[in-house]
Antibody, heavy 120, light 109 residues
Framework: QVTLKESGPVLVKPTETLTLTCTVS??????????VSWIRQPPGKALEWLAHIFSNDEKSYSTSLKSRLTISKDTSKSQVVLTMTNMDFVDTATYYC????????????WGQGTMVTVSS | SYVLTQSPSVSVAPGKTARITCGGN??????VHWYQQKPGQAPVLVIF???DRPSGIPERFSGSNSGSTATLTITRVEAGDEADYYCQVWGTSGDRPGVFGGGTKLTVL
């Protein structure tokens, strides 16, 4: 069974750096043609794609957030990590990780999401 | 950056057909994926590559894509189909960013 699970702080302060971890099971991050994206959703609002890491370790970032985001993976731990610097109130959202088989090119399996609130 | 436009809401009576559209510049040249999201849950892929259904998704769900509009069609709508629906493509700028539409709330009357 393929699963993804997000973990990280529930609450961060403005200007702090957020670090989120996506732990996957049922598939290997080192397997060819399997990538993982991070996507967020502010309360009551639409989905927003943030970043993607490909099986070959290439990375892709949202144009508007590129300067604040870093995505990486540790295949030995089956984890994908997203860091977002200089957090602001508007970054309050549920953050999801999702798998992207490169032959499918779509988010076929999603994590349950983790809610992050930015508050002083 | 590439923009996808969805109507905020669509209402349909049970047993009828719902059509949810997703507009974008020459979207017909892209592969469109559709996701269903029920309250408090993560999104679920319901259509990929314009019109293919993942296993487990009912045949009532279908998709099409041509010109400037992609469409998700749900026939014989049921109460359980009430959800938010999002279209998604990959952009063509350097980083090939993911792009979501603004979402459409499907209400079953």
């Amino acid at each position: 069974q393929v699963t993804l699970k997000e973990s990280g702080p529930v609450l961060v302060k403005p200007t702090e750096t957020l670090t989120l971890t996506c732990t996957v099971s049922g598939f290997s991050l080192s397997k060819a043609r399997m990538g993982v994206s991070w996507i967020r959703q502010p309360p009551g609002k639409a989905l927003e794609w943030l970043a993607h890491i490909f099986s070959n370790d290439e990375k892709s970032y949202s144009t508007s957030l590129k300067s604040r985001l870093t995505i990486s993976k540790d295949t030995s731990k089956s984890q994908v990590v997203l860091t977002m610097t200089n957090m602001d109130f508007v970054d309050t959202a549920t953050y999801y990780c999702a798998r992207v088989p490169e032959w499918l090119d779509a988010f076929d399996i999603w994590g349950q999401g983790t809610m992050v609130t930015v508050s002083s | 950056s590439y923009v996808l436009t969805q109507s905020p809401s669509v209402s349909v009576a049970p047993g009828k057909t719902a059509r949810i559209t997703c507009g974008g510049n020459n979207i017909g040249s892209k592969s469109v994926h559709w996701y269903q999201q029920k309250p408090g849950q993560a999104p679920v892929l319901v259509i990929f590559y314009d019109s293919d259904r993942p296993s487990g998704i009912p045949e009532r769900f279908s998709g099409s894509n041509s010109g400037s509009t992609a469409t998700l069609t749900i026939t014989r709508v049921e109460a359980g189909d009430e959800a938010d629906y999002y279209c998604q493509v990959w952009g063509t700028s350097g980083d090939r960013p993911g792009v979501f539409g603004g979402g459409t709330k499907l209400t079953v009357l």
